[in-house]
């Protein structure tokens, strides 16, 4: 295999890890703290980049806008889940997690149809802003602008992340959180406001990630699906609510997947769920997760 | 601790916590004794052919095989304290082993369709061992892992499953013997099949029912309840979870095969994961708490679906939200809904009594 | 009758039971004291086999024991209540009852009779036994805390055993409750010809009826013997009286 070709795939598979890490580590932090996998994660996501279509759409006129288009995407689709956690989710907590799982189901099978409704079953697509059009040369082969933007950007919200859960007090708060919420509540932390920007964090990234994504991959119907099951993996591999585990987890996914593919052109399908099989019976809670108590 | 809990509260319907329990002492409604409720509603489902078009009775085959998957699967949900988001895996097997023996190998229906379940069961067995030795919602995730497994090896292994193309055009079993039963031989072959298939189907149900009712079942409960105490009285919890993990997989491959032929075919999207929480929402929709809660959702899910398409094609929108509905309101279903309201009558009569 | 050699579990560097030692005598009825977080759930968690023992060994009537799963000690006369109160809150007084014997006599494997015609005889004198005979039908759910504690121990006593395991078997209950429910387990023992190990924060009632006291403190034995030795003896008064006001 000629070096160019590794270098690509390599290139290829960060680009994946990357955005993966973008989304899952918003499922992670949810699932670390309030023991909630939010299916409907992925539906997020997909909203995010409907919006940002949307807003590009608008602004056309004015002229180039994804920036703020993924901006108002984040914050779209926070304040939804904002809404969704105050109005709905609250109520099914300390109720058992099927319930709240199949809450998120309920959600999944809404917005998914919404979305429908809304921009219809046609793929859309948002250009890269005008700054990360184009592509380098590295290495002989030829690396997109765009995709080495988002290698960059991934270990830097990482890092941002990190400092954040281990610096600042809302950090702090969250970790205790993901350790024992009762004591937590009893402390007088006010738990319900915790969960609530959590769960609005949370959305902010899948929603931004959504965005992000659209110069790469085409907004199609079925993406939130595809996204959330991959985003499941990731975050099985890396260990629940483990932050570093999600990075790696998703950097390992991304590599497999590219090299995978080139192997066995069949492989992504079968092999990612019979990985995701496998970690599940030997060693439930990741790399890096702890056994669940 | 460890982290199983019941699925439902320990009285009432369904699990919110803080409602009040439905009332002191729950009493498990009967209907009036001495009256076979059940051989009545089979007879009427009977006479289907006759009294219904072609397309009811299509409608009728349709609701009597998803209310055995969904029965299946309450098996696991409602009798066990199991979540399955991969139920559908053993439907999907089933399926497959009965439509390629009879297609691709001219086996017989009769033989076939054991093989169906038995190759239903055999996988229940081997992913379920797997299975119960996670905490629940790992469990669960295990369930889901397996089944999309399942669905992309469905979806791939072109050679033996027809890959994205699936298994069309899956021949019906020969009936031509139904010519002998007096008033039978007008029928046509699909109105024959659902006969066929009611048939079956009430004895999967009253083989599953007599399971339930036997001290095999009241172990299950024990494990569904409270696990940590069902051990103490000498219950291998695992062993019984994986044991009705296995027959609700056999059953579950006996409506798959069912649904192949009444399809026509089978194909890969059969298995792919949302079918999994169709079922189960179809089960909690008629009351995980009742034997007879899923056939209900099954037969009140297919219907609502036939209406609703008429109209729109945001079928999961409906779902959905129906889902949701269930969730905050009525966890019990409908099964729970109708037992409060018989508790509801029979108080309201008490007190002519004394 | 139950004999435990140098019993030691640890979590992560942190040592729970250390290399604790205790036997009870045939029907004797013996008390298992300390402090909380001294170890004493652990401790009877080591003895059922809900948890492995980095060391030692737990002897039953001679036999070993250690490490066997709890399916399996149920079925060789160990029988327990927990401490936070486990019954089988879906099914009524009667069937949680009856299950016990179900699943003790073996009846597990049967798929084909009903559940509901087994051992009707025993499970109502079993509960008369214990005095709930007149909530057979109620769903153990919705019984009042007193009434679950005592279907535990009915549960418990289903499943025929020759030892029984008491983990807090009055906690959370008032004066009076507290005083019928040692009534209750006094004469069960008795009648029944029972070795019982409890474990208790009640004093008094731990000096009522128990012939033997052992006292753990932060995992290990502090102090065993008679209830008048160990209240005499001065460690334990020093853990105690500094310990509550």
Not at chain 3, 21 to 50: D, E, M, Y
Not at chain 3, 135 to 140: G, I, K, L, R, S
Request: with cysteine.
């Amino acid at each position: 295999m000629p070096a160019s070709l590794v270098f690509s795939q390599m290139m290829s598979g960060l680009t994946t890890a990357m955005f993966l890490f973008l989304i899952a580590s918003g499922l992670s932090l949810v699932f670390g703290v309030m023991r909630v996998i939010n299916f409907a994660h992925g539906s997020f996501y997909m909203v995010g980049a409907y919006l940002a279509w949307q807003v590009v759409h608008w602004l056309h006129p004015i002229g180039p806008s994804f920036w703020l288009a993924a901006l108002a995407a984040g914050l779209g689709v926070a304040l939804l889940g904002g809404v969704i956690e105050r109005l709905l989710l609250r109520h099914l907590y300390g109720v058992d997690e099927l319930y709240q799982l199949l809450f998120t189901y309920a959600l999944v099978l809404i917005l998914g149809d919404a979305a429908k409704f809304v921009w219809g079953t046609d793929q859309l697509s948002v250009s890269a802003p005008p700054a990360l059009a184009g592509g380098i040369q590295i290495f002989g082969t030829t690396q997109p602008l765009y995709s080495l933007f988002m290698i960059a950007i991934g270990p830097l919200i990482a890092v941002v992340g990190w400092l954040v859960l281990t610096r600042s007090g809302a950090g702090r708060l969250m970790r205790a959180a993901a350790h024992d919420r009762e004591m937590l509540g009893a402390l007088g932390a006010n738990v319900g406001v915790l969960y609530t920007g959590m769960f609005v964090v949370s959305s902010f990234l899948a929603g931004l990630s959504g965005a992000l994504v659209t110069p790469i991959q085409s907004i199609v119907p079925g993406m939130d699906v595809l996204i959330i099951v991959q985003a499941f993996i990731v975050v099985v591999i890396g260990g629940m609510g483990s932050f570093w585990g999600t990075f790696w987890g998703s950097v390992i996914y991304g590599e497999v997947l590219s090299f995978g593919i080139l192997v066995f052109p069949s492989f992504s399908l079968f092999s990612v769920y019979a990985l995701m099989a496998v970690i599940l019976i030997l060693r439930p809670w990741g790399l890096f997760g702890q056994p669940l108590r | 601790m460890s982290e199983r809990r019941a699925i439902s509260a320990p009285t009432g319907e369904g699990v919110i916590p803080g409602k009040p329990p439905a009332s002191a002492a729950v009493v498990r409604p009967r209907l009036a004794r001495g009256v076979p409720w059940i051989l009545i509603v089979f007879l009427i489902a009977l006479t289907l052919p006759w009294v219904g078009s072609r397309y009811d009775t299509f409608l009728g085959t349709q609701i009597v095989i998803d209310a055995l998957f969904a029965v299946s699967l309450n098996l696991l949900l409602g009798t066990t304290g199991l979540v399955s988001f991969g139920h559908v895996a053993y439907f999907g097997v089933g399926a497959y082993v009965c439509g390629i023996l009879m297609k691709t190998y001219g086996v017989p229906f009769a033989l076939a369709f054991p093989a169906a379940g038995l190759g239903a069961a055999l996988f229940a067995l081997v992913s379920g061992y797997f299975c119960v030795r996670l905490t629940r919602l790992y469990f669960a995730m295990l369930t889901l892992a397996f089944s999309q497994i399942v669905w992309a090896i469905a979806y791939k292994w072109n050679s033996v499953t027809g890959g994205d193309q699936g298994i069309p055009e899956i021949p019906y079993p020969h009936l031509d013997w139904m010519s002998a039963i007096p008033g039978l031989a007008d029928l046509g072959i699909s109105q024959r099949f659902y006969l066929l298939t009611l048939v079956i189907v009430a004895i999967s149900f009253a083989v599953i029912r007599r399971i339930i009712r036997s001290p095999f079942g009241r172990m299950l409960t024990t494990v569904r309840d409270n696990p940590e105490r069902a051990a103490f009285i000498g219950v291998n919890v695992r062993a019984y979870e994986l044991a009705a993990f296995v027959i609700a997989g056999g059953f579950a491959g006996l409506a798959g095969a069912l649904y192949g032929i009444f399809s026509r075919g089978v194909f890969a999207d059969y298995v792919f994961w949302s079918k999994s929480a169709e079922v189960i929402i179809m089960t909690i929709l008629g009351g995980i708490n009742y034997f007879w809660g899923p056939p209900i959702g099954a037969l009140v899910l297919v219907w609502l679906n036939q209406q609703i398409t008429d109209y729109t094609q945001y079928w999961p929108f409906v779902l959905g939200v129906l889902l949701l509905v269930l969730l905050f309101l009525f966890p019990g279903g409908i099964a729970g809904g109708l037992a409060a309201g018989w508790r509801y009558l029979k108080s309201r009569r008490a007190p002519r009594r004394a | 009758m139950l004999e435990v050699r140098g019993l030691r579990k640890a979590f992560s560097g942190f040592v729970a039971v250390d290399g604790v030692s205790l036997s009870v005598a045939t029907r004797q009825i013996a008390a298992v004291i300390g402090p909380n977080g001294a170890g004493k759930s652990t401790f009877f968690n080591l003895i059922t086999g809900h948890l492995r023992p980095d060391s030692g060994t737990v002897l039953l009537d001679g036999r070993d024991i250690t490490g066997v799963p709890p399916h399996r000690i149920c079925g060789m006369g160990v029988g327990r209540s927990f401490q936070r109160t486990n019954i089988f809150a879906r099914l009524t007084v009667f069937e949680n009852i009856q299950a016990a014997f179900l699943a003790h006599r073996g009846r597990g494997r049967d798929f084909w009779s009903r559940s509901e015609s087994f051992y009707r005889d025993d499970t109502a004198a079993l509960l008369m036994a214990i005095g709930l005979g007149h909530e057979a039908d109620t769903v153990a759910g919705t019984l009042s805390y007193g009434n679950q504690k005592q279907l535990e121990l009915g549960i418990a006593l289903a499943s025929e055993p020759s030892v029984l395991l008491l983990d807090e078997p009055t906690a959370g209950m008032s004066a009076s409750e507290t005083h019928e429910a040692i009534r209750l387990i006094d004469r069960i023992a008795g009648e029944r010809e029972l070795t019982v190990l409890f474990t208790e924060h009640d004093m008094e009632v731990v000096f009522g009826i128990a012939e033997k006291v052992a006292v753990l403190y932060q995992g290990r034995l502090l102090a065993e013997g008679t209830p008048a030795e160990v209240r005499g003896d001065p460690e334990v008064r020093r853990v105690y009286l500094g310990e509550h006001a």
